[in-house]
């Protein structure tokens, strides 16, 4: 089933060029911006977003700050400063506890809470302290490789954020893997409200008293964007909001980026809105800077497309979309961003080389909701020019191409044209299985031109389920796929779930049972259950896959839904499915790291040769326990 990309009104290249003359003759000046990207999410490289946008912004004269809070921000979690002052706290919790406990007995939890706080006693901090800048000198440098050394870090950050979380209580700090949960629900406004202004759980605040504040007091910018990428940065996006209208109400606020865009059916009746100005859908560069331009020139924002934004008389959504030309769009520009400090031992740039995707027909995939129009891509040649200017401008030898699916033929080209550039770069990316890759030279060239880690959208082996996905690929075809990519020395990463709606335990049982068929040629999985997400075709049309959607008014932010299902496995059955997977498949797969950049380092460094390092010992590695097709 295809996207339907008809939204709005679609703005011509004229009118946007209009308003743009416009706002210069209302206002020649030029303005101080200020782009956020705001935590939870892995610091191990910048998230495009805002490079985007900064490129955009400064190629019109305009004075851009892009900071990365969350790289700051657990940056700073693990250093002196801030453990400091969780010391500091500790005193304030125990007393916390103990009122509330003159009150009521205090839950298990909560005197588990209190035990621990107690333990935390200067030398212990100290100690912790130690530890933390260890572990920072250890992903930042040469000894990152050593793979008992890195997972020694990783353990520590884990350690350090549950004793953050003491102080935060009942908040629940985590990294990694990124499970920051604050103890309300994300999805229903009012909660996410509530959290905003909680002082106990809610560590954003204190995140913006130390890192947001203070730039905004010296920067003055005239307009805040905030891009909010996944559903859990609402917390943290929102409290940012809220302190800078309260603090510095001049200053305009907006939003953007992929949740925004799935929310945008409820956001204008959302009491969210309260927090910020604007909110930008769909694709950004242009829409922003009309906004800025518009903001500066203090004219409605009515005329700027892909906007919904408020005035003295309400909040309004603009009528118009616009779709960027890949081709008037600048590179990247990571300038100003701190890229020492992501937490890895070199730089790894994104790069987007496509919007949407080519393929565009899987019934579980909503992806194509963020875009007004259909797939694009920029030519080769500029691919190419581009990836070698951020390569010399920056230093940077390791890119991730964040392209939804790389389609096949600019994968044969990227990899020919990074050959005959000379380009000598490492990179990974995102494909599909295409039966017109199955040639051995493909691989070849795909090696050669520095190739060393792929994610695939394998979600089944079974080729009933593949054809109720509209996946258009087979097994055969999957086969050969892994067989070719692994025989080139490139790392292949197969990504699936269980429970598409008609998915039985037997089709469960064959997927699983494929793979271990492959096993010698499938290096890593990431596996979960489906999600019937709110814009997928399967949403939109329930009746042909015998779904009944569960919605609760009350939860006006999901955008995952409960269902039913006349045949297969029910969300119940699917779960434990997984739940056996986990548990029961080839050893093999239990990997040490589990960071995706973290691997793709490791493979680029090492190859395929050094796999053995990053599996679990098979000495410590029990016997092999009944696989899960036996066990099904």
């Not at 992806?367 to 390569?391: P, W």
């Not at 990074?418 to 051995?440: A, G, V």
């Not at 880690?453 to 996946?471: A, T, W």
């Not at 494929?514 to 596996?527: A, D, M, P, T």
Request: with cysteine; net charge negative; aromatic share 12%.
């Amino acid at each position: 089933m295809r996207v339907e990309y008809s939204k709005g009104e679609r703005a011509s290249k004229e009118l946007i060029l209009l308003h743009r003359q416009t706002s210069e003759a209302t206002s020649g000046r030029k303005m101080k911006v200020m782009l956020i990207f705001p935590p939870d999410w892995f610091p191990s490289e910048p998230y495009l977003s805002l490079p985007s946008l900064t490129a955009v912004l400064r190629q019109a004269g305009h004075t851009v700050i892009q900071k990365d809070i969350n790289l700051e921000m657990y940056d700073w979690y693990f250093s002196e400063d801030f453990l400091k002052n969780v010391l500091r706290r500790v005193p304030q919790q125990l007393d916390r506890l103990r009122k509330l406990s003159k009150k009521r007995d205090l839950a298990d939890w909560e005197m588990d809470v209190q035990m621990t706080l107690c333990d935390l006693t200067r030398p212990r901090m100290d100690e912790l302290i130690k530890k933390a800048e260890r572990a920072k000198r250890i992903i930042h440098g040469e000894e990152f490789y050593d793979i008992d050394k890195l997972e020694w870090a990783i353990h520590v950050f884990r350690e350090v954020t549950s004793v953050i979380s003491m102080v935060y209580s009942p908040a629940r700090i985590c990294m990694p893997p990124m499970e920051t949960d604050l103890s309300y629900k994300v999805y229903v406004s009012s909660d996410v409200m509530d959290a905003v202004n909680d002082t106990q759980v809610n560590v954003y605040r204190d995140v913006f008293d130390h890192l947001v504040k203070p730039v905004i007091e010296a920067e003055q910018p005239d307009v805040i964007g905030i891009s909010i990428v996944l559903q859990q940065q609402l917390f943290s996006s929102m409290t940012f909001c809220a302190l800078i209208k309260q603090q510095f109400p001049h200053i305009h606020v907006a939003i953007g980026g992929n949740t925004v865009t799935r929310l945008r059916d409820v956001l204008a009746q959302s009491p969210l809105f309260q927090y910020f100005d604007s909110a930008v859908v769909y694709e950004g560069e242009t829409a922003f800077l009309q906004l800025v331009e518009a903001v500066g020139a203090k004219r409605d924002l009515s005329d700027v497309p892909n906007t919904i934004y408020k005035d003295v008389t309400g909040v309004h959504v603009s009528p118009l979309s616009y779709a960027e030309d890949l081709a008037a769009l600048p590179p990247p520009d990571f300038d100003g961003l701190p890229l020492e400090k992501y937490f890895v031992p070199t730089k790894i740039l994104p790069y987007l080389a496509t919007r949407g995707c080519y393929w565009g027909r899987c019934e579980f995939c909503d992806h194509g909701e963020g875009y007004t129009a259909g797939y694009r891509s920029k030519k080769i040649q500029d691919i190419l020019a581009e990836i070698q200017h951020l390569r010399d401008k920056y230093g940077a030898k390791h890119f991730h191409f964040t392209d939804e699916s790389y389609p096949p033929a600019l994968f044969r080209k990227l990899s020919r044209g990074l050959i005959e550039s000379h380009m000598d770069i490492i990179w990974t990316t995102h494909m599909r299985f295409e039966k017109s890759l199955l040639d051995s030279q493909v691989w070849q060239d795909a090696r050669d031109s520095g190739c060393r880690y792929l994610h695939f959208g394998y979600e089944s082996g079974n080729e009933r389920v593949l054809k109720l996905m509209d996946k258009a690929t087979t097994t055969e075809v999957i086969t050969k796929h892994l067989q070719l990519s692994a025989n080139a020395g490139i790392w292949n990463h197969c990504m699936g779930f269980f429970g598409f709606p008609g998915e039985t335990k037997d089709d469960a049982w064959s997927s699983v049972q494929f793979l271990e068929r492959n096993k010698h040629y499938v290096h890593s999985l990431g596996f979960g259950t489906f999600d019937l997400s709110k814009h997928t075709p399967v949403t939109k049309y329930p009746e042909k896959w015998g779904v009944t959607v569960y919605k609760n008014p009350e939860w006006d932010l999901a955008l995952d839904y409960y269902y039913t299902v006349k045949n297969g496995m029910s969300i119940e059955e699917a779960e434990w499915v997984f739940e056996e997977f986990e548990r029961n498949h080839h050893p093999g797969w239990d990997l040490r790291l589990f960071i995706r950049e973290y691997i793709f380092l490791y493979i680029a460094r090492f190859g395929l040769e050094k796999l053995s390092d990053l599996q679990f010992s098979t000495g410590r590695i029990a016997p092999a326990p009944p696989s899960l097709a036996g066990k099904m």
